[in-house]
């Protein structure tokens, strides 16, 4: 009978061996598009995102964002994702997912979604927030309007 640190030892050998031999592959990194902001309709927020063309076939842009208010006394960061709208033309879809450590904002509730669907002559439309929790759940629906320039600091 084979010891249990014999089998370890050669699980541990057939994976060392399988990642020296793979051959190294190169990924090219998307292309940086700059930063844009948006205000919440109704909320001092403002919504902060940095956007990278990502590589492929498909017209997809990578999403950075911050979400500052001032008034609410919070930050929420997180990644998502905007491409154009597949069941609205004319449209482009925006969603990505925050998190944050404020105890009160969003419900109490650490974690949320935001999808919109912004018009792509004015980069203005509806969004919805939805932040699940142990806590009810917490959700709005607002308005993104497009910032011309990001104001400093937020």
Known sequence: MVSGKVVKGLCVFVVVAALTTMAPTKSAAGTDLGQVCWSLGGFDDVIRCSITLANGPEAMVELHCSDTSILGGYQVLGA???????????????????????????????????????????????????????????????????????????
């Open 80 to 154: 998502g994702l905007a491409r154009f709208s597949f069941p609205t033309a004319g449209a482009l879809q925006l969603s990505f997912v925050t998190a944050h450590d404020q105890p009160t904002a969003f419900g109490g509730n650490k974690t949320c979604s935001w999808s919109a669907e912004l018009s792509l002559t004015t980069f203005d439309g509806p969004l919805v927030i939805s932040c699940p929790g142990v806590n009810p759940t917490f959700t709005t629906t607002t308005t993104m309007s497009f910032l011309a320039t990001c104001p400093a600091g937020r």
